[in-house]
């Protein structure tokens, strides 16, 4: 089994620091939960900008702050957000990838949220992922049901995105697939062969998403974006999701990869 990455998603579109005080919202704040979770075993990072109200955005200037700095202090993979939440035009969504990070999002399918429908056309999927290959970034494909698995095997066929594949399921959002075990035996045994998978769960599927992507070679994805308590009634910080899957991993048997092992893993160029 190879070894385990762990992604930290610090801030997503979502959360507030009025839900929880921990939450990171400025590139400092960014930076310097980057610089605590690296030092704990997380590989990659998965970032979203947000504005002085901390509404979410897709500020260019951000990004680049955020990153340099990143990159200045640690090895971590940088993964930026294309998600539809702060800006639903196409220019928005893509201009972080402009920077040339190493790896983005790309949900190759529409959702409901609880609150809206998040819609991916499959014209800009493909504007998306050509996109991601002319700037020489490996998209994370964002897997919200069965379909959009399918859909990320196409890109390859219509020559816009190269195997091994890399998916991240995105489990226990209300209006898209629930976690349970059934559900990620179900997506992982569909997968194109040579992929690699990281699961996302969501709110109280944190958790048990994390032990069985552990047990069954996959990758876990943590962080405030996807859940802010690390238990009931107990508020957590990005940290400290690091720490308890690392703990966990290391229990089972399962080993941490360095960022530059996560590289080889992943495939990234």
């Not at 998600?83 to 201009?95: I, V």
């Not at 195997?163 to 629930?178: M, Q, R, S, Y």
């Not at 552990?214 to 107990?234: A, F, P, S, T």
Request: aromatic share 6%; hydrophobic share 40%; with cysteine.
């Amino acid at each position: 089994m190879e070894k385990l990455i762990i992604t930290v998603a610090p801030t997503g579109s979502v959360p507030t620091k009025k839900e929880n005080p921990n939450l990171p919202v400025t590139p400092e704040e960014v930076i310097e939960d980057a610089v605590r979770c690296f030092g704990s075993g997380a590989s990659v990072i998965h970032l979203h900008a947000r504005d002085s109200e901390q509404r979410p955005v897709h500020d260019q200037a951000f990004f680049r702050q955020t990153m340099e700095g990143i990159r200045e202090k640690t090895n971590l993979i940088l993964q930026v957000s294309t998600g539809g939440r702060a800006n639903p035009s196409w220019e928005s969504r893509s201009a972080a990838l402009e920077l040339r990070p190493e790896m983005a999002s790309l949900t190759t399918g529409s959702v409901n949220f609880p609150d809206r429908s998040y819609v991916n056309e499959p014209a800009f999927i493909e504007y998306l992922a050509r996109k991601m290959q002319d700037c020489g970034i490996k998209p994370e494909m964002e897997i919200f049901d069965l379909s959009m698995v399918s859909n990320a095997v196409d890109l390859v066929r219509k020559g816009l995105a190269e195997e091994p594949l890399h998916f991240n399921f995105v489990l226990g959002l209300p209006g898209a697939l629930p976690f349970n075990p059934a559900n990620l035996v179900y997506l992982v045994q569909n997968l194109p062969p040579g992929a690699t998978w990281t699961v996302s769960g969501i709110g109280r599927a944190q958790l048990p998403a994390a032990i069985l992507a552990i047990i069954m070679g996959g990758h876990v994805r943590v962080g405030l974006e996807d859940n802010i308590y690390y238990q009931k009634g107990l508020l957590a910080t990005n940290v400290a999701l690091v720490d308890r899957v690392v703990r966990l991993a290391r229990e089972l048997g399962r080993e941490i990869a360095s960022p530059d092992e996560a590289r080889r893993i992943l495939h990234l160029k």
